[in-house]
Structure formats: structure tokens, C-alpha cells
């Protein structure tokens, strides 16, 4: 692992990160109005989009982590380890997923299936970032924050080789 992190130039900075969020916070309060929405988080890329987004809903709701394993460094290996499961059960509940990013769909396609299983009342995705020239299964995102180009981003949660989850805005490699 690299000691020193290296900062690479903004690709989505602080503020507009902060008013998408904002945004689709309001959109998802909108649409479960007298609900009381269940969040499961996606770790650990999504550990930071997650807390920022629920302080911006209305609404009670409840929420869980779930971590799963599909890449590896920078490459996907396109196969899905199960490396936390849910906390608590959520049959009969209105489930939302928080992805950090979709890329090629199959981690997305992984937990819809899983958690489909477990008949959730509605279930739905919102993630934050989405490269959709990846895609290699057709999966829905419900709530998006922005539609990116291919390539590799870390910051605000994302990694770089387990590095720079902490940057406070989005940034590519080169
Ligand atoms: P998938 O290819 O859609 O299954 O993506 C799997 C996971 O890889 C995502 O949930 C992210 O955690 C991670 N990932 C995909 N693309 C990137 C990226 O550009 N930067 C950091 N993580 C990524
Ligand atoms: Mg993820």
C-alpha cells in the first residue's frame, strides 16, 4: 500500500457533489412521503455518499450496511463475495440501495437478486455515480447523481487502491 495519496485534480467538486445530494435527497422524500424508507448502504464506497444523503431526508427510516467484494485494485473480476450481510430483516419494508457507483452492473445485479429474495415491499437504487459505456447487465438506477465518462474516479468514499476514501471531492486517474 502507497504512503503518501496523491491528489488529482477536481473531476466533481465539494459543492456540486453537496447540491446533487441535496437534490436527490429531496426527490426520495418526495416519492416515500408518510413511508418509512429502509437504506441499506453499500460498503465501504458508499459509507460517506450514504451519511450525507440521509441528513438531507424528511422522513423516518431506518437504515443497515451490507459490504460485498467485486474488484480488485483498479480491474473488476466480475464475481460477487458476500462479505457482510444484512443486520436485520427487511421483508415488507420499502428498501433503498446506496451505491457509490455502477459500473459494469454486476454488483447491483447481485444485490437486486439478493434482496429481492427477501421480499422487501418496494426496492430500489440510488447511487451516486453511473458509467453506463460499462454496463455488462441491464440494472435500474432509480435515483442518479451524475452519469460519468470511463474512467477510473476515487474521492468522497471511492477508493484508489483503498486509498483516498477520505478526499472531499471526486477525482480521475489520469
Ligand atoms: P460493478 O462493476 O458495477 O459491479 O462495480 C463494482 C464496484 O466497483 C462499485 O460498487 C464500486 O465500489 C467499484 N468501482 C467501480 N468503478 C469504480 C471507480 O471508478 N472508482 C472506484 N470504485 C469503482
Ligand atoms: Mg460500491
Redesign the pocket.
Known amino acids: 500500500m502507497k504512503s503518501q495519496s496523491q491528489r488529482g485534480p477536481v473531476f466533481i467538486g465539494e459543492e456540486e457533489i453537496a447540491r446533487r445530494v441535496s437534490e436527490m435527497a429531496a426527490e426520495i422524500s418526495r416519492d416515500y412521503a408518510g413511508q418509512t424508507p429502509h437504506f441499506i448502504a ?1 460498503l ?3 459509507f460517506i455518499f450514504m451519511a450525507d444523503l440521509l441528513r438531507k431526508i424528511e422522513l423516518p427510516l431506518t437504515l443497515d450496511f451490507m459490504a460485498v467484494s ?2 480488485q485494485g ?1 480491474e ?1 473480476s466480475g464475481e ?1 463475495e458476500l462479505i457482510k450481510d444484512l443486520s436485520r430483516p427487511i421483508g415488507g419494508r420499502h428498501v433503498i440501495i446506496v ?12 444485490l437486486l437478486e439478493y434482496m429481492h429474495a427477501r421480499k422487501p415491499a418496494s426496492l430500489k437504487v440510488a447511487a451516486l ?1 453511473s ?1 453506463p459505456s ?4 441491464d ?1 435500474p438506477v432509480d435515483y442518479l447523481g451524475f452519469e460519468i465518462e470511463n ?4 474521492g468522497y468514499g ?3 487502491d483503498q486509498l483516498d476514501r477520505n478526499l472531499p471531492y471526486i477525482t ?1 486517474l489520469p
Open positions: 453499500v465501504n464506497g458508499a467485486s474488484y483498479t473488476s460477487v451505491e457509490d457507483i455502477v459500473d459494469t452492473g454486476i454488483t447491483l445485479e447481485y455515480l458509467k460499462r454496463r455488462l447487465r440494472v474512467a477510473y474516479v476515487y471511492l477508493d484508489r480521475s
